[in-house]
């Protein structure tokens, strides 16, 4: 089975730049989503298609995708955005999810 | 504005049956793929199912294959998912997903949630 590593926890201050990243063998050959999903709250799509921004996502919200990682990117991070974010991609015909990434804004 | 209306979930013993149903609107349902993610208490995303926007192709994963069945309904705008031989392990909120086309991809709304809990 394909997997996709995130890292469990990334912190950052308000204001700065929050980097998660998605590890998988070649995902860089495959399109891979990002969804960020609060406490006590449904999932959100905020990338898609690597590098693009659905209407009503900030653009402090970045991607990038490349060899085998992915990477999602938080500019300007406010405590808004503290939540879980998780990385998906489609591999053998099905959709695989990331473990998720908790960002913490201090 | 897309809305997901999902109904069906509860309690349930080991070994018994569920059925979940999701009430789409503020879209051309046919048009689009539908999804059910879940997601067990404390614990991350999981595709247990999907059907594409035709409804002639399904697709589940292998923790789910051959106990659950995805159907859509585009006359009445609702996709639904029968939840055979229930097991403790499919304790999880279920999420009904709209996909971003008619084909597999990515999710781009997602419902409230429907707590199934598989319990003696």
Redesign the interface.
Known sequence: SYDLTQPPSVAVSPGQTATITCSGDKLGYR?V?W?QQRPGQ????VI??DTKR?SGIPERFSGSNSGNTATLTISGTQTMDEADY?C?A?DN???V????TKVTVL | EVQLLESGGGLVQPGGSLRLSCSASGFTFSSYAM?W?RQAPGK????VS?INAGGGTT?Y?DSVKGRFTISRDSSKNTVNLEMNSLRVEDTAVY?CVKG?DSG??????????SLVTVSS
């Open positions: 399109f989503s969804y449904s999932p959100v799509l898609y298609q659905p998780y998906q489609w015909n099905y959709y999810f990331g473990s998720g | 999804s993610v991350g995303l999981e595709c999907a697709k994963a999420y971003w597999f991809d990515w999710f781009d709304s997602w419902g409230q949630g």
